[in-house]
């Protein structure tokens, strides 16, 4: 065996020259291949993360948009806001209630006018002549109209104020015991209101209605 044979070939191979055999080792490929395997479990554990809270949000607010809203609310939208008369619920009829019509001007056969009027609308007429509680000499009520009644008054006295034009006063509350109601003419009276205008005041408000659900709920 010469001294540049390679150790381990046994003579198999003699170096003539200037070439020899090369020994070359073999790579191991799986480390290589484990951190390819851990390369895609982070990248998939991180898209399933991004997915899943991208979701949660999304049904979030979802669901805080497909609750239904009233109409007119501040989140509801194209609804049309309900109006509110402010009529009580329950409102006698005008055949049960009577009215005083008294004259608070100095325009001779207001308070009659008037009084028929009512009664063609089917209020029962008290008594109609001049404000009683006018002195000699005053100068004539400037409003257009003052309604005066006891406490039972006070629900039928919204029954009557209906068919007043404009927005009256609140009645002013007296000592009467019955449910008669005053309604006493002033400078600023213009007209009744129309039967039409009347009905539509005293009509219950129609309920809240809800809003359509977004596309998707």
């Given at each position: 065996?010469?001294m540049l044979t390679p150790r381990g070939m046994?003579?198999?191979?003699?170096?003539?020259?200037?070439?020899?055999?090369?020994?070359?080792?073999?790579?191991?490929?799986?480390?290589?291949?484990?951190?390819?395997?851990?390369?895609?479990?982070?990248?998939?554990?991180?898209?399933?993360?991004?997915?899943?809270?991208?979701?949660?949000?999304?049904?979030?607010?979802?669901?805080?948009?497909?609750?239904?809203?009233?109409?007119?609310?501040?989140?509801?939208?194209?609804?049309?806001?309900?109006?509110?008369?402010?009529?009580?619920?329950?409102?006698?009829?005008?055949?049960?209630?009577?009215?005083?019509?008294?004259?608070?001007?100095?325009?001779?056969?207001?308070?009659?006018?008037?009084?028929?009027?009512?009664?063609?609308?089917g209020f029962v007429i008290g008594k109609v002549?001049?404000?009683?509680?006018?002195?000699?000499?005053?100068?004539?009520?400037?409003?257009?109209?003052?309604?005066?009644?006891?406490?039972?008054?006070?629900?039928?006295?919204?029954?009557?104020?209906?068919?007043?034009?404009?927005?009256?006063?609140?009645?002013?509350?007296?000592?009467?015991?019955?449910?008669?109601?005053?309604?006493?003419?002033?400078?600023?009276?213009?007209?009744?209101?129309?039967?039409?205008?009347?009905?539509?005041?005293?009509?219950?408000?129609?309920?809240?209605?809800?809003?359509?659900?977004?596309?998707?709920?």
């Amino acid at each position: 065996m010469s001294m540049l044979t390679p150790r381990g070939m046994r003579g198999q191979y003699k170096i003539t020259g200037k070439l020899y055999p090369r020994m070359t080792r073999r790579r191991r490929k799986w480390p290589i291949v484990v951190a390819c395997l851990v390369a895609l479990a982070v990248l998939s554990t991180g898209a399933w993360a991004v997915y899943h809270f991208t979701a949660d949000d999304k049904n979030t607010t979802a669901s805080k948009n497909c609750k239904p809203q009233p109409s007119g609310s501040p989140g509801a939208p194209n609804t049309q806001p309900v109006s509110q008369t402010g009529a009580p619920a329950n409102l006698p009829a005008p055949a049960t209630i009577t009215v005083n019509v008294y004259n608070g001007t100095d325009r001779a056969g207001l308070a009659k006018a008037v009084a028929d009027e009512l009664k063609k609308r089917g209020f029962v007429i008290g008594k109609v002549a001049n404000d009683p509680l006018r002195q000699a000499n005053a100068p004539v009520m400037e409003a257009a109209v003052q309604f005066r009644a006891g406490v039972p008054g006070k629900t039928p006295s919204t029954v009557v104020a209906a068919h007043v034009a404009g927005t009256p006063a609140p009645p002013v509350e007296d000592t009467r015991t019955d449910a008669t109601v005053d309604l006493v003419l002033g400078a600023g009276f213009q007209a009744l209101a129309t039967p039409e205008a009347a009905a539509a005041a005293l009509a219950p408000p129609p309920p809240p209605s809800q809003a359509p659900l977004p596309a998707g709920c």
